[in-house]
């Protein structure tokens, strides 16, 4: 993997950056918060936190011994808070006085734009987003069933193909899931996307991995020096003639162009009078020529949603997926009686509306899902100015002092601990741990605070910045998961195991540590 950008840009804010650091840690008002030993002051925790061989191998234990709110290190002696009380996170994520931490903040910015619903102020991201979710309603996502159940068809036809043999089931599903965000945000099928497109869409799916996310030692410490260096480096940099650099800008560069071909054609269509409200696009530039108020998006603002809505739900949904196929695959009793009840509910059906939220197992399933393999496992947040964190139950400091809130100093890095969160013993249960769809069939799944918009998870975090597209993902799930599973039997790949790795979203990978999951599919109805 390329790194250059970082490495590129690393000399010039090394000595600044350790005097920050070690201003910093002066003052950190964290100090006592216990936490486990640092290895090394040149890496800290961050090695076993990014790279152990299965997501989680240090994390989890760590949460196991230090509760829901513990203090890591991240690269030179910084002092980092790694949170997975529900009530910390709840308050970390509604709370004004953090915003997201500076190595996420320059990859929004770098790969999806500084305009886009992610990299704009809080201002404009409630009116944006205010705009963009008449996509996204309840009602909304109930008219995208037929694409959805057009692509779960194709991906039917590619695993027939397939006649029970192993296959890498992870693109087969992104693409089926890029497919029906273009058909529903754009009208564009696959094809019209066009080939290049598309392989850049998956690279890009991938490029905030190569951005941001510690995929090796010299990453990790890049990563913690390009945290300190402005903004305007990172947008300078990404000129630099590096292959990481021009799949970036090749892939921004792609989504411009679709963005304004497409506005275009509609725009074009309305001039002759056609109905263009047929597309989330076309509904949105609609409203704009009706009506060019400041509650309208313009069509530039229309277009710099591009990339964010291309990447944004394609490997997340696609990801979660192949997850819960291969847990499914390894558990055969459950997958039979999932099986049944998607059998029973189409036959009710009749060819009709199926009742997708009216089938307990399915949705057990998907929760599940969700729960044990959230895209975004870890992220970080910066405190914009001094607060303090409440906690859930009390702490006792390494000086032994009890204490229920945490006060921190603006400039404290905090990790939203997701994946943490959802193995929570003591929110979960003592089999927190392990996938089982029927926690969520058993009465009260957790206890205590409620958060998330789903499920109490937060696998699509919350707050005001909570995942746009969560109802789309679910209900994609469901029909992509009844279609599946309704006429194929799933089982593991002899000889391979699919791992969660963590590459700035949770991915699944095979045994040579590509990114992929190997699962034979066979066709039983
Ligand atoms: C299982 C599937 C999905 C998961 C786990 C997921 C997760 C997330 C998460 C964690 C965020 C917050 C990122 C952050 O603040 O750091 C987010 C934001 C977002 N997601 Fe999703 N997502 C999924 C599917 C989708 C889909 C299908 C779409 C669109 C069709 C979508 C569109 C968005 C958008 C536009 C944002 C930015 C929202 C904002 O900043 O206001 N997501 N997603």
């Keep these: 993997m390329d790194h250059t950008i970082q490495y590129g840009t690393a000399a010039a804010g090394v000595i600044s950056i350790l005097a920050v650091y070690l201003a910093l840690r002066r003052r950190s008002t964290v100090r006592n918060i216990p936490g486990p030993v640092s290895p090394s002051w040149l890496f800290g925790n961050m090695l076993q936190l990014y790279l152990p061989s299965t997501y989680g191998d240090y994390e989890f234990d760590w949460q196991r011994i230090y509760g829901p709110f513990y203090r890591i290190k991240g690269c030179f002696g910084q002092d980092k808070l790694m949170i997975s009380d529900p009530v910390s996170l709840q308050y970390i994520l509604n709370s004004p006085h953090f915003k997201f931490g500076p190595t996420v903040e320059n990859a929004i910015h770098v790969l999806y734009g500084t305009d886009s619903i992610m990299g704009v102020n809080e201002e404009d991201h409630k009116r944006i987003r205010a705009a963009l979710n008449v996509g996204y309603t309840a009602a909304a996502v109930r008219d995208y069933i037929p694409v959805f159940e057009k692509a779960a068809q194709t991906l039917t036809e590619q695993l027939e193909e397939s006649s029970g043999k192993s296959i890498n089931i992870c693109p087969r599903l992104s693409l089926a899931t890029l497919s029906t965000i273009s058909e529903v945000v754009m009208g564009y099928s696959t094809t019209e996307l066009g080939e290049e497109f598309i392989k850049n869409n998956f690279q890009a799916c991938n490029l905030r991995s190569a951005i941001a996310s510690s995929q090796s030692a010299g990453q990790i410490v890049a990563d913690a020096i390009g945290a300190r260096l402005p903004g305007w480096?990172?947008?300078?940099?990404?000129?630099?003639?590096?292959?990481?650099?021009?799949?970036?800008?090749?892939?921004?560069?792609?989504?411009?162009?679709?963005?304004?071909?497409?506005?275009?054609?509609?725009?074009?269509?309305?001039?002759?009078?056609?109905?263009?409200?047929?597309?989330?696009?076309?509904?949105?530039?609609?409203?704009?020529?009706?009506?060019?108020?400041?509650?309208?998006?313009?069509?530039?603002?229309?277009?710099?949603?591009?990339?964010?809505?291309?990447?944004?739900?394609?490997?997340?949904?696609?990801?979660?997926?192949?997850?819960?196929?291969?847990?499914?695959?390894?558990?055969?009793?459950?997958?039979?009686?999932?099986?049944?009840?998607?059998?029973?509910?189409?036959?009710?059906?009749?060819?009709?509306?199926?009742?997708?939220?009216?089938?307990?197992?399915?949705?057990?399933?998907?929760?599940?899902?969700?729960?044990?393999?959230?895209?975004?496992?870890?992220?970080?947040?910066?405190?914009?100015?001094?607060?303090?964190?409440?906690?859930?139950?009390?702490?006792?400091?390494?000086?032994?002092?009890?204490?229920?809130?945490?006060?921190?100093?603006?400039?404290?890095?905090?990790?939203?601990?997701?994946?943490?969160?959802?193995?929570?013993?003591?929110?979960?249960?003592?089999?927190?741990?392990?996938?089982?769809?029927?926690?969520?069939?058993?009465?009260?799944?957790?206890?205590?605070?409620?958060?998330?918009?789903?499920?109490?998870?937060?696998?699509?975090?919350?707050?005001?910045?909570?995942?746009?597209?969560?109802?789309?993902?679910?209900?994609?799930?469901?029909?992509?998961?009844?279609?599946?599973?309704?006429?194929?039997?799933?089982?593991?790949?002899?000889?391979?195991?699919?791992?969660?790795?963590?590459?700035?979203?949770?991915?699944?990978?095979?045994?040579?540590?590509?990114?992929?999951?190997?699962?034979?599919?066979?066709?039983?109805?």
């Excluded at 497409?262 to 530039?285: C, P």
């Excluded at 998607?342 to 949705?363: C, E, F, K, Q, W």
């Excluded at 859930?392 to 100093?409: K, Q, W």
């Excluded at 699919?498 to 699962?519: C, E, F, H, N, V």
Aim: charged share 25%; glycine share 6%; with cysteine.
């Design 233 to 525: 480096v990172w947008r300078a940099a990404i000129h630099l003639p590096t292959a990481t650099c021009k799949a970036i800008r090749t892939a921004k560069r792609l989504a411009n162009e679709l963005g304004n071909q497409v506005l275009r054609e509609k725009r074009e269509a309305a001039e002759q009078g056609l109905d263009i409200n047929t597309d989330l696009y076309g509904q949105l530039l609609d409203l704009h020529l009706l009506d060019k108020t400041k509650n309208t998006l313009t069509e530039a603002e229309i277009v710099a949603q591009t990339a964010i809505t291309m990447i944004a739900g394609q490997d997340t949904t696609a990801n979660t997926l192949t997850f819960g196929l291969v847990e499914l695959a390894k558990s055969p009793e459950f997958q039979d009686r999932l099986r049944a009840e998607i059998h029973s509910t189409l036959r009710a059906s009749d060819g009709g509306s199926v009742s997708y939220d009216n089938m307990p197992l399915l949705n057990a399933f998907i929760k599940e899902s969700l729960r044990m393999f959230p895209a975004e496992a870890v992220t970080d947040r910066v405190a914009v100015e001094d607060v303090v964190i409440p906690l859930t139950d009390n702490l006792i400091t390494t000086t032994g002092e009890r204490i229920s809130h945490i006060p921190v100093s603006k400039g404290q890095i905090v990790t939203l601990a997701i994946a943490s969160y959802q193995r929570l013993e003591s929110r979960w249960g003592e089999d927190a741990q392990e996938f089982k769809p029927s926690r969520w069939l058993d009465g009260p799944t957790f206890k205590g605070e409620a958060v998330g918009p789903y499920a109490n998870l937060l696998s699509f975090l919350g707050g005001p910045r909570v995942c746009l597209g969560w109802r789309f993902a679910i209900m994609e799930m469901q029909v992509f998961v009844c279609e599946l599973v309704g006429k194929f039997a799933f089982t593991l790949s002899e000889g391979d195991s699919t791992r969660p790795r963590l590459a700035s979203s949770l991915l699944p990978t095979m045994s040579d540590g590509q990114k992929g999951a190997l699962i034979c599919a066979k066709r039983v109805m």
